[in-house]
């Protein structure tokens, strides 16, 4: 038989919260995270605005951090929220072993000094040109060796395997903005199997940097809304006009049924289905007709023995952009059918923004707390209705919904596609 899999512990650092509880009760609330970019000057950027982790200090969390002076808050942020999800888990009170305790991120890289690399290739010029020569020499001399190594996406998952003493796996994926849900998706698969009974999985992320704000402002995916960035992100509205880069990280303890009940572990709910594609289209655009996206989502049914008509929520990838929105919205009334306009649909980066590589993790903590409290937060900003979009968004108020089983979805940049369904535990 296949090993069940349930969630034991839960952490999150996000721009509306720094803990489970006031992010979940700024949702509920409608609070947004948005506002003027601080962490640089952003001044001449067709983009002013982003959802920042403020007032963070990592010292709140871990006594040593003196060992992450040369950290980036990408990994900053991941220990913080490990540590949340590991100290509500329990399991450093009881006896387990450290071999079959793994990790499993989909952690994003770390920030690359942007002035310092403009000073680099300034000083570089001969001719018009960067002298590679010169790059090189200079390179060497101002780079510092820990901080470039600290940039690697492994780099999260090794630190939280040292700080928890988890022995087994370890693996980290980068797939976009579905990174942390395929994440959790195969830690699932690695305790299914039999390869571990612990897994501490989920996603951590900052882009709010010159060449991240830089980058997707190129590929027009930014709101430019700058006159008021608190309604920037309205997910599904005909009015939205691109995506609001955020921050912070989510970090789940996934546990083995019975390894969790022999050590009295409280059960946040069941992992029942995960599903993962690849539209296999076009590197900037998902398949119009969102085939990945209607796949992964009937993958993740069929694994969890499931109809549409017994899924309660659905946490949408809903990112805000006229495709996205456009396409998740078809797909899902292509998996569900008529039930489709049943289901309340809602998407939280109307408050936080987008996580990116953390965002997935974020929603699936954030199912979780729909499960055990019966609610569902709403989608923020949602003023004029989109023709194309005709699901039940949730607009703009929490909604007291009985919600045993939910279903969420992520949808990376160049058709990378995961939904995972989470249920309520009863034994």
Not at 65 to 80: D, L, P, Q, T
Not at 105 to 130: C, P, R, T, Y
Not at 297 to 312: F, G, K, P, T, W
Request: hydrophobic share 40%; glycine share 10%; with cysteine.
């Amino acid at each position: 038989m296949r090993r069940r899999v349930v969630v034991t512990g839960m952490g999150c650092i996000t721009p509306v919260g720094k803990n489970v509880e006031t992010t979940w009760q700024s949702l509920l609330a409608g609070a947004s995270g948005i506002g003027p970019i601080t962490s640089f000057d952003a001044t001449g950027f067709p983009t002013t605005f982003a959802a920042e982790v403020k007032d963070f200090d990592l010292a709140d969390y871990v006594s040593d951090v003196g060992r992450f002076v040369h950290s980036g808050k990408n990994i900053r942020f991941a220990i913080a929220a490990a540590k949340q999800a590991v100290d509500a888990s329990g399991i450093k009170e009881t006896e387990f072993d450290p071999g079959r305790f793994g990790v499993y991120l989909g952690a994003g890289e770390g920030q690359q000094n942007f002035l310092l690399m403009m000073n680099l290739i300034a000083a570089s010029q001969k001719d018009g040109e960067v002298d590679l020569e010169t790059f090189t020499r200079l390179g060497l001399e101002r780079l510092h060796a820990q901080s470039e190594m600290e940039q690697e996406p492994n780099m999260p998952a090794g630190y939280l395997a040292s700080l928890f003493d988890a022995q087994g796996p370890n693996l980290n994926c980068l797939t976009a903005c579905a990174a942390s849900s395929q994440a959790i998706g195969e830690a699932t698969e690695l305790i299914r199997r039999g390869d571990a009974d612990l897994m501490l999985s989920g996603g951590a992320h900052s882009m709010i940097h010159p060449f991240g704000v830089t980058g997707f402002n190129l590929l027009t995916a930014l709101s430019t809304h700058n006159v008021d960035p608190q309604k920037a992100s309205r997910p599904f509205d005909l009015d939205r006009d691109g995506f609001v880069l955020g921050e912070g990280a989510g970090m789940l303890i996934l546990e083995e049924l019975e390894h969790a009940q022999r050590r009295g572990a409280k059960i946040y709910g069941e992992i029942l289905g995960y599903g993962s594609t690849a539209d296999a289209y076009r590197i900037t655009d998902v398949h119009p007709e969102g085939r990945g996206a209607v796949a992964c989502m009937n993958m993740a049914l069929r694994e969890a023995e499931l109809n549409a008509d017994q899924i309660d929520y659905i946490n949408a990838h809903g990112t805000s952009t006229d495709v996205n929105d456009r396409v998740e919205t078809y797909a899902i009334k292509q998996t569900c059918g008529e039930q489709a306009y049943k289901i309340p649909v809602s998407s939280i980066k109307s408050m936080m923004g987008h996580l990116i590589a953390a965002a997935g993790s974020v929603e699936a903590i954030t199912c979780l707390l729909c499960i055990r409290d019966g609610v569902v937060p709403p989608t923020m900003n949602y003023t004029t209705p989109d023709p194309a979009c005709d699901l039940d968004y949730v607009p703009n108020e929490a909604r007291q919904v009985r919600v045993k089983r939910a279903l969420s979805n992520s949808f990376g940049f160049g058709g990378q596609n995961v939904a995972l369904i989470f249920s309520e535990f009863t034994g």
